[in-house]
């Protein structure tokens, strides 16, 4: 099938220790996403990436970071530095499309992180 | 950057009835997307709808891009309905998005 896959779907951290959240996708996408989101509220930007071995930090990139050395990978690793990792991370991808930038989003499961 | 603004943020119907959602943006975009968030986390996207109207099944969806504003409108409800509903929008040649803070829908029986 076609699609996103996030995992793990769900994972514990104890504090002070980086964790990484893996995202792959056989649509041959060129964008991929990664948004963070918060109880009740809505998705924020971690950081994006448009080609392989480039990425974009987005609104709230502080303790993050990513990697994109392959086009169907896009992991996110949360580090210690991340001051509330606790949240909801969203994988996405898109093809690009000319003069708008991005065509429509496609969405991963999802990971829940907890923060011990 | 831009702000989205989606109202209402809250919203009850019966099973059966209409709904109108709507999404107000401060600035020119060239991309709108509407997207469901089931009870489970699931995001699914609705319309690819940066001006224009659209309609697939028992939704439909109209962007005015000039006065800023997009409607999604939900017709006869179901309780499979329930969820959260995001607007998004972006601009220019970025290829990235920023989402309101949704309308959370619940249809009841």
């Known amino acids: 099938d076609g699609g996103i896959t996030q995992s793990p779907k769900y994972l514990f951290r104890k504090e002070g220790q980086n964790v990484t959240l893996s995202c792959e996708q056989n649509?041959?996408?060129?964008?991929m996403y990664w948004y963070r989101q918060d109880p009740g509220q809505g998705l924020r930007l971690i950081y994006y990436?448009?080609?392989?071995?480039?990425?974009q930090k987005g609104d709230i990139a502080e303790g993050y970071s990513v990697s994109r050395e392959k086009k169907e990978s896009f992991p996110l690793t949360v580090t210690s530095a991340q001051k509330n990792p606790t949240a909801f991370y969203l994988c996405?991808?898109?093809?690009?499309?000319?003069?708008?930038?991005?065509?429509?989003?496609?969405f991963g499961e999802g990971s829940r992180l907890t923060v011990l | 950057g831009i702000q989205v603004e989606q109202s209402p943020p809250d919203l009850i119907l019966q099973e059966g009835a209409n709904s109108t959602l709507r999404c107000n943006f401060s600035?020119?975009?060239?991309?709108l997307q509407w997207f469901h968030q089931n009870p489970w986390g699931q995001l699914i996207n609705l319309f690819y709808?940066?001006?224009g109207t659209k309609q697939n099944g028992r939704l439909s969806a109209t962007t005015v891009a000039t006065e800023r504003y997009s409607l999604l409108y939900i017709s006869s409800s179901q309780t499979t309905d329930s969820g959260v509903y995001f607007c998004?929008?972006?601009?220019?040649?970025?290829?990235?998005?920023?989402f309101g803070t949704g309308t959370r829908l619940q249809v009841t029986l």
């Open positions: 996405a991808s898109s093809a690009l499309r000319q003069g708008t930038g991005t065509g429509e989003l496609f």
């Open positions: 649509l041959n996408h060129d964008a």
């Open positions: 990436s448009q080609i392989v071995n480039d990425f």
């Open positions: 600035d020119s975009v060239n991309n």
């Open positions: 709808i940066p001006s």
């Open positions: 998004a929008v972006g601009s220019g040649t970025a290829s990235k998005l920023t």
